[in-house]
């Protein structure tokens, strides 16, 4: 008898995770964007594995940004907005110095200027982003109030702005280009820190190749 309970009481193997999809990449899962010209340097080619996975919130809607780290410490940041269908934002933290090549100062001082209407010209065509930058960007948000949690929620509710847990709080502002699917994004912080976002919309596919974390 002894026998038969143990046989039947054995547990089940866990199911073996199948990664199909970015959306679904977890910490420590591995991506690869494919060989596409249209890619920035930082990404064309390059492996990266998933460090963080953070969620940002604004008052209607939150999604997962998923952080990936490259060699020489490159990070490319992955985010799936309800609103897209078979594609993926791809983004780029840029330093003050690569703003400063990029735009004037004088013209991106103008995005936190009341009323909010900004425009933003590249100084230059030569930039290592591929096919991430518009010829010109004009402004949609001014001030939008968010948080940054440094949690996954994709399958759940970020904490309440009640509770104590919440995340960070920032300002939102971006700008989009004339061109679809380019965007600028800026977030400011309550101590001050600023993260400048170049991003653009691409196929899923340009991340050609996903690997589960080793489980072992």
């Known amino acids: ?5 143990s046989l039947f009481s054995r547990k089940k193997p866990a199911p073996t995770r199948r990664l199909m999809q970015p959306c679904e990449l977890q910490l420590n899962d591995i991506f690869t964007f494919s060989d596409s010209f249209s890619l920035p340097n930082a990404m064309r080619k390059q492996q990266f594995q998933v460090a963080e996975i953070n969620t940002i919130e604004f008052k209607y809607d939150h999604y997962a940004s998923i952080i990936g780290r490259g060699g020489s410490d490159h990070q490319a940041y992955l985010s799936f907005p309800k609103k897209l269908n078979k594609q993926v934002q791809l983004s780029l933290l840029l330093t003050r110095d690569q703003v400063d090549k990029l735009f004037s100062l004088d013209a991106f001082a103008d995005v936190f200027n009341e009323p909010g209407d900004a425009r933003l010209t590249p100084l230059t065509e030569s930039h290592p982003y591929g096919d991430m930058v518009a010829d010109e960007y004009l402004q949609q948000n001014f001030k939008t109030s968010g948080y940054l949690h440094a949690q996954d929620y994709r399958n759940s509710e970020p904490p309440q702005l009640t509770d104590d847990e919440h995340g960070r709080e920032f300002e939102f502002y971006s700008l989009t280009g004339v061109q679809e699917n380019r965007s600028v994004h800026i977030f400011i912080f309550e101590n001050g820190d ?13 991340i050609s190749e996903l690997w589960e974390k080793n489980t072992k």
């Open 1 to 5: 008898m002894s026998f038969l309970t």
């Open 194 to 206: 600023t993260d400048v976002y170049l991003s653009s919309i691409r196929p899923i596919n340009e």
